[in-house]
Nanobody, 121 residues
Framework: QVQLVESGGGLVQAGGSLRLSCAAS????????MGWYRQAPGKQRELAATISRGGRTTYGDSVKGRFTISRDNDKNTVYLQMNSLKPEDTAVYYCNAGAVRAGTAYEYAYWGQGTQVTVSS
């Protein structure tokens, strides 16, 4: 099993910044792509950003230019730097990682339990 531990959520005023972190751990697993998704009350979960093991990134349209995703492969940790936050960024942010057990070719998706980000106007 792979565990994802998120940190860094909280309450911030509009225009402010927050940095989320997510550390993946699991014996005999190799971590591939990692990312952040978010879910606001009454809405579907949506993409915030993803990053491949090689550093290729994708962003949801609503966060482009304001959020930056990065990762430390040695630590199996992914970060989401969120700047110029808006009230509509308020959501639970979930970390996601694809992991392959050693000796297999199958990738499984794992999710963190989520961290609340609240942006006040």
């Amino acid at each position: 099993q792979v565990q994802l531990v998120e940190s860094g959520g909280g309450l911030v005023q509009a225009g402010g910044s927050l940095r989320l972190s997510c550390a993946a751990s699991g014996n005999s697993f190799s971590i591939n792509g990692m990312g952040w998704y978010r879910q606001a009350p009454g809405k579907q979960r949506e993409l915030a950003a993803t990053i491949s093991r090689g550093g290729r990134t994708t962003y949801g349209d609503s966060v482009k230019g304001r959020f930056t995703i990065s990762r430390d492969n040695d630590k199996n940790t992914v970060y989401l730097q969120m700047n110029s936050l808006k009230p509509e960024d308020t959501a639970v942010y979930y970390c996601n990682a694809g992991a392959v057990r050693a000796g297999t070719a199958y990738e499984y998706a794992y999710w963190g339990q989520g961290t609340q980000v609240t942006v006040s106007s």
